[in-house]
């Protein structure tokens, strides 16, 4: 087999390191999680000369080794740990030409830690006109190191970066700073104490176990027992340490580097003055968050229907190719409208999550947390919180996962718990379907309908939700914390297609794949629940309902004895005992059991009631024509009218039914107390608001 | 003249003299706010906080207490 070389892409954030990335692997990569953490890890091959590969993880961003967070704890763990199967035969730093200064930090400590050390600096393209000169070999010469200019943009650079890393084996290993002028007398301590570690090594291990206590490590033997300092001093030491480097980097800098400030603003400061104005910035956010609610709504509602139709057909069209029987009932029964409830929603996921994209990419979302901290904090939030709720409307699982960068715990902690409010992508189906049938297609105006405007309302709700909940807990909790908020402002951009399209893609393929295993399993485990009974009456429906109806015609009596069999099925002896619970909301037994098999995941709702209401009937027709079929049998009314909707979409905005996301929130908040109170919490209130709704309504 | 960072006006700049470094983060000084280094506010948010800065070339935003951490020598 051909050797394959282990690279590492190493980088603050918003240097384009990922573009780089992108360039490098293509659609050849795999997005998973490194084992035990949810800390995304992304790895892909790259195809250099003579059937050489390169093995290319990217690691998460970061601005030193001194890591304040588990993404940036990976980073060490893989540069320290010679075992570790990514830790790299190369190093490559990626910095923007901008912020040269502050990469350098980070490729001057992994240069002392003799990993072979490549840099590019990215976004060359845009030096004339950032006024920056760089004297590239004197600066080679100064760090020791191969540079690369590129433009991940331009697509640049690639082909030489490719070749860099093929002759790793050339590049000088020598250290930029030795650690030992930090403070002589502990590292000339610590190095008597293990005279076979690398000095620089041995301090990072000391260090990073003053910040992740605990973390098992079997490359360099119990280093943290050389506990001669304190904490607080040898915080002192790494601030220290950061000092001394940045002497190095400024004389390095200075002898190689010229900027002309004029041309250095321009772009930023025009566009800042607006989307951070005291009055204008909040009007634009407000503006895109009603672009992208009308999009969703609207754009994707063209390929929707086609979907719909298209798992109809599907239906249709199997059960006549296909001998009747058990099999053929199963799939066109359970397994076709199962998935067909999934794969509906892939328009609207896909949009979402690329405007989602698109306002990270951009550089925009800095200034959303920019202009929103002062008013978030008043909730008990940080401006922080404005990403994790953004992306909840996506879903709630990487929002948790993004609440990490808030530093303060107690902020931390409230953004955990209220971010489930948020409506993510998962509800939609059920408001989607919900609003089709119950609100009016109306125009206000030219551009936005009465159903657009209702789903615009149900996502305030769900954020008024988060923040009145947020700003109960900040009263209620008794947390001390200290507060550190540094957000960097980035450049603004224009998001890359490509970085953007392989974003979506990902982003998209995991919902799919997560949910879908969810629901497919659902829909199996109610067809059978459906199409079996435990009496005489389901097996013998037939006799019972002739005997009961005879002068109904036979068609009529075809609907009776399909609904009187499903009634007599297992799932409806189920969904009968729960329906004295959710009566007084205005629902039947068929939509308790969608309601309770929504627990797992919301939106298996749809496709429950698919499963429901294709069980025994003959017809494939579209999920939204069954719904509108049904009659309550009490009123005789349809069954899905005003009020039943209302209520049905409030129990949808409130209720925590996310497997997942209770997962999520207990490994982020170490134990099952917060997620109960959580879920009891949510689920109480939307109990309340649902019963409401319905009184009040009906 | 010295003054704190936190009272600097939208559009001044001075030079870090001094950084109560116990009180502020560490990944402040690791984007370059350490003594010497030049300041210029940018811009402050809706009710003044928290505030925009160009540290040394790095553009973020910090907020006013940990800005009170710091001193500056205005240019």
Not at chain 2, 4 to 24: E, F, R
Request: aromatic fraction near 10%.
């Amino acid at each position: 087999m051909a050797k394959q070389i282990n690279v590492s892409l190493i980088g603050n954030p918003n240097t384009g390191k990922t573009s780089v990335f992108n360039l490098l692997t293509g659609l050849n990569q795999q997005v998973g999680n490194y084992p035990g953490i949810t800390v995304e890890r992304k790895a892909g091959v790259c195809k250099l000369s003579r059937g050489l590969k390169a093995h290319i993880v990217d690691l998460p961003g970061t601005y030193s080794l001194n890591a304040s967070s588990l993404d940036e704890n990976v980073v060490i763990e893989v540069l320290l740990n010679k075992k570790d199967k990514d830790y790299p035969d190369v190093a490559v730093v990626v910095s923007d030409v901008e912020n040269i200064k502050r990469n350098l930090l980070i490729f001057t400590q992994i240069k002392d830690l003799d990993i072979p050390t490549i840099l590019v600096i990215n976004m060359a393209d845009q030096m004339l006109r950032k006024g920056i000169t760089i004297d590239i070999p004197e600066l080679e010469k100064r760090l020791n190191t191969k540079i690369v200019l590129m433009s991940a943009r331009k697509k640049q650079g690639v082909e030489e970066l490719k070749k860099s890393i093929e002759d790793y084996r050339k590049l000088p290993v020598a250290p930029c700073l030795n650690a030992f002028e930090i403070d002589p007398e502990y590292f000339g301590g610590l190095q008597r104490a293990f005279p076979k570690e690398s000095l620089y090594k041995l301090w990072l291990v000391i260090t990073q176990d003053v910040n992740f206590a605990n973390i098992n490590r079997n490359t360099i033997a119990d280093a943290s027992q050389f506990q001669t300092k304190k904490n607080s001093e040898l915080k002192r030491l790494q601030q220290k340490e950061t000092i001394k480097r940045y002497q190095f980097i400024n004389q390095t800098l200075k002898a190689t580097q010229t900027i002309d400030i004029k041309n250095a603003k321009g772009v930023r400061a025009a566009l800042d003055r607006v989307l951070i104005h005291k009055v204008w910035g909040f009007v634009v956010f407000l503006a895109i968050l009603l672009f992208i609610f009308q999009a969703i709504y609207d754009w994707s509602s063209y390929p929707m229907d086609l979907i719909d139709g298209a798992f109809a057909w599907m239906s249709d069209f199997f059960r006549e190719i296909l001998p009747e029987g058990m099999l053929t009932n199963l799939l066109v029964e359970g397994i076709l409208p199962g998935i067909g409830g999934i794969v509906i929603f892939i328009p609207q996921i896909a949009f979402l999550f690329l405007f989602i994209s698109i306002l990270e990419e951009s550089g925009y979302m800095s200034r959303v947390v920019f202009i929103m901290d002062r008013l978030m904090r008043r909730f008990g939030l940080s401006g922080k919180s404005i990403v994790p709720l953004i992306s909840g409307t996506a879903c709630a699982i990487p929002a948790v996962m993004a609440t990490r960068n808030i530093e303060n715990w107690k902020q931390r902690l409230i953004t955990i718990l209220v971010v489930p409010f948020t409506t993510c992508s998962a509800r939609l189906p059920v408001y989607l379907i919900i609003i089709s049938l119950v609100i009016p297609t109306h125009r206000v105006g030219w551009f936005f309908g009465y159903q657009s405007l209702t789903l615009m309302f149900l996502y305030f709700i769900g954020f008024g939700a988060a923040l009145v909940s947020a700003w109960l807990l900040n009263k209620f909790l008794k947390i001390e914390s200290k507060s550190f908020f540094v957000v960097e402002m980035p450049n603004y951009k224009i998001p890359l297609f490509k970085n953007v399209a392989i974003n979506v893609f990902e982003k998209t393929k995991a919902f799919i794949a997560g949910a879908g295993k969810i629901i497919l399993a659902i829909s199996i485990i109610l067809w059978v629940l459906g199409s079996f009974g435990p009496t005489e009456k389901f097996s013998k429906a037939k006799e019972y309902v002739t005997t009961q109806y005879q002068e109904n015609s036979a068609e009529d009596l075809e609907t009776q004895i399909a609904s009187y069999k499903l009634e007599h099925s297992y799932m409806g002896y189920m969904g009968k005992a729960i329906e004295p619970v959710v009566r007084p909301l205005g629902y039947d037994w068929k939509i308790g059991i969608a309601i309770i098999s929504s627990f797992a995941a919301r939106e298996v709702f749809v496709s429950t009631l698919a499963t429901i209401y294709s069980v025994g009937s003959e017809e494939e027709e579209t999920i939204k024509n069954r719904m509108a079929s049904e009659i309550n049998p009490v009123t005789k009314k349809p069954l899905f009218n005003l009020a039943t909707g209302i209520s049905l979409l409030l129990f949808y905005a409130f209720a925590m039914q996310c497997a997942s996301t209770i997962a999520i929130v207990k490994k982020e908040t170490n134990g099952w107390m917060w997620p109960s109170i959580q879920f009891i919490f949510m689920s109480g209130l939307a109990y309340i608001a649902a019963l409401a709704a319905y009184q009040f309504l009906k | 003249m010295k003054v704190s960072l936190a009272s600097l006006k939208k559009g001044q700049s001075g030079i870090i003299i001094s950084v109560v470094t116990d009180n502020i983060p560490l990944k402040l000084l690791e984007m370059g706010c350490l003594p010497g280094n030049e300041v210029e506010l940018l811009q402050r948010a809706p009710f003044s906080c928290p505030m925009y800065l160009n540290i040394n070339g790095s553009h973020l935003a910090i907020r006013k207490e940990v800005a009170e951490q710091i001193e500056v020598e205005l240019m």
